[in-house]
Nanobody
Framework: QVELQESGPGLVKPSQTLSLTCTVSGGSITTNNYYWNWIRQPPGKGLEWIGAIDYSGSTEYTPSSSTSISRDTSKNEFTLRLTSVTPEDTAVYYC?????????????WGQGTQVTVSS
């Protein structure tokens, strides 16, 4: 059973950098053909795909994002960074293991972590 757990600050000030880490257990982030996605849900809105890192370490992001995703294979975790956040980045953030990038339907999800951007 693959389990994912998000961790990071619950409150970030505008213009700061948000950093969230997803720690994976029960499976390796280097296993072929899996994509490790970051997805968020702003209050009152639907799911939004943010970006992904695949089994080889290749990354994809939304075109207008100030996003980066990295990984630490020794810790079996991957990290999302959003720079210059605004209140519009307030959301519940999820990490998920998916069969492709840009996916919102994924087999395994973390429980989600609330991030609020406010001064």
């Amino acid at each position: 059973q693959v389990e994912l757990q998000e961790s990071g600050p619950g409150l970030v000030k505008p213009s700061q950098t948000l950093s969230l880490t997803c720690t994976v257990s029960g499976g390796s982030i280097t296993t072929n053909n899996y994509y490790w996605n970051w997805i968020r849900q702003p209050p009152g809105k639907g799911l939004e795909w943010i970006g992904a890192i695949d089994y080889s370490g290749s990354t994809e992001y939304t075109p207008s994002s100030s996003t980066s995703i990295s990984r630490d294979t020794s810790k079996n975790e991957f990290t999302l960074r959003l720079t210059s956040v605004t209140p519009e980045d307030t959301a519940v953030y999820y990490c998920a293991r998916c069969d492709q990038a840009m996916a919102l339907v994924c087999e395994y999800w973390g429980q989600g972590t609330q991030v609020t951007v406010s001064s």
